[in-house]
């Protein structure tokens, strides 16, 4: 319930930011900073609990952590927005809310383990076509 509520919010303030013309490049930066820390914060706990084998888990944390700073380093290098139009932090949340309601959360991490490390390849793809 709280990775639902979590994932309105994040939806909610930037459509309020954007309603309202108070959005910043400050805020754009603190809301990707807090969504990273909330979604490892996730991972974390299903690892500390023991929920998720240990090496899938930081597996799956690392990958979305790696695929999260290619996104942020092809921005600074082309200037673009191009993160956001391939975040995949909805269907993340969207894996791990289900896996918490079957009660099959190993599962799920898995399944962000393959989506993140598609998610690392396809973005090093766009990258390499980018800026060779």
């Known amino acids: 319930i709280l990775i639902i509520i979590s994932g309105a919010f994040d939806a909610l303030d930037g459509a309020v930011a954007r309603a309202t013309g108070r959005q910043t490049r400050f ?15 996730i991972l974390v706990a299903a690892i ?26 092809l921005e600074a290098a082309t200037g673009s927005a191009i993160g956001e139009r391939l975040s995949m932090r909805a269907v993340r949340l969207i894996v791990l809310a289900v896996a918490c309601f079957v009660e ?20 090093l793809w766009i990258a390499w076509r980018l800026l060779r």
């Open 104 to 123: 099959r959360l190993a599962d799920g991490v898995m399944i962000i383990a393959a989506i993140a490390t598609w998610s690392l390849v396809s973005r």
């Open 48 to 73: 500390v609990a023991l929920q998720v084998d240990l090496y899938i888990g930081l597996f799956a944390l690392v990958s979305m952590l790696l695929a999260s700073y290619i996104s942020a380093c």
């Open 27 to 41: 805020g754009a930066l603190l809301d990707r900073v807090s969504d990273r820390i909330g979604d490892a914060l």
